[in-house]
């Protein structure tokens, strides 16, 4: 079955840290792919997705990610973190078994980020 | 500006209760889906709608069955409620077009069953 890998499940930085969430999924085809946002109390957000083209996306409150084909992977970065960020981050993939724009969702990261 | 609205964000059901969970979506998409989300495991699909009527399973699709009588409705029935099932629950809907897979949320229902 595909999947999507999150290796950290718990991220504690200080604001000004770099971040880097790591994101691995199993299928070798064509893929699309997304990060998403939960902020506390909040509904899941788009942060940023990639379907084709320039391998370093640009999304929202300056995160990137950068797709590498080689390593199956889609990490999301942030030179600089904010106590703002503090958030539940979810990669996915759409999902290649199908039709109908299924989304297969990573475990989840949690970041705290502290003052 | 888009939405997904969900009829209940927190519900407490006792075991063997019925329990019905709404969605509604305001942004005429054609796919509708109902996960769960728990921790350290993300989201799973339960179940998904491509059409009025049409559903297919997801991949914990047992306890659960639904519901798509209009385009912008899409319900999630427990039939019979257990202690497993408390969850946090989140709707989403996206386009038929395959070139946006974007898929836009509710705010989620927190079951708690008894």
């Known amino acids: 079955a595909q999947s999507v890998s999150q290796h950290n499940h718990h991220v504690i930085l200080s604001e000004a840290a770099s971040l880097e969430l790591g994101c691995n999924y199993s299928?070798?085809?064509?893929?699309?792919l997304f990060w998403y946002v939960q902020y506390p109390g909040q509904h899941l957000q788009l942060l940023l997705k990639y379907f084709s083209g320039d391998p370093l996306v640009k999304g929202i409150k300056g995160f990137e990610a950068e797709f590498i084909k080689s390593k199956f992977s889609f990490n999301l970065r942030k030179p600089s973190v904010q106590w703002s960020d503090t958030a539940e981050y979810f990669c996915a993939v759409k999902s290649p078994s199908g039709g109908y724009n299924k989304l297969i969702f990573g475990a989840g990261t949690r970041l705290a980020v502290h003052p | 500006d888009v939405k997904v609205t969900q009829s209940s964000r927190y519900l407490v059901k006792r075991t063997g209760e019925k329990v019905f969970l709404e969605c509604v979506q305001d942004?005429?998409?054609?796919?509708m889906f109902w996960y769960r989300q728990d921790p350290g495991l993300g989201l799973r699909l339960i179940y998904f709608s491509y059409d009025v009527k049409m559903k297919e399973k997801g991949d914990i699709p047992e306890g659960y069955s639904v519901s798509r009588e209009k385009k912008e409705r899409f319900s999630l029935i427990l039939e019979s409620a257990s202690t497993n099932q408390t969850s946090m629950y989140l709707c989403?809907?996206?386009?038929?077009?395959?070139?946006?897979?974007?898929?836009?949320f509710g705010p989620g229902t927190r079951l708690t069953v008894l």
């Open positions: 942004m005429d998409h054609e796919n």
């Open positions: 989403a809907s996206n386009d038929r077009d395959r070139s946006n897979n974007e898929q836009f």
């Open positions: 299928y070798g085809g064509t893929v699309n």
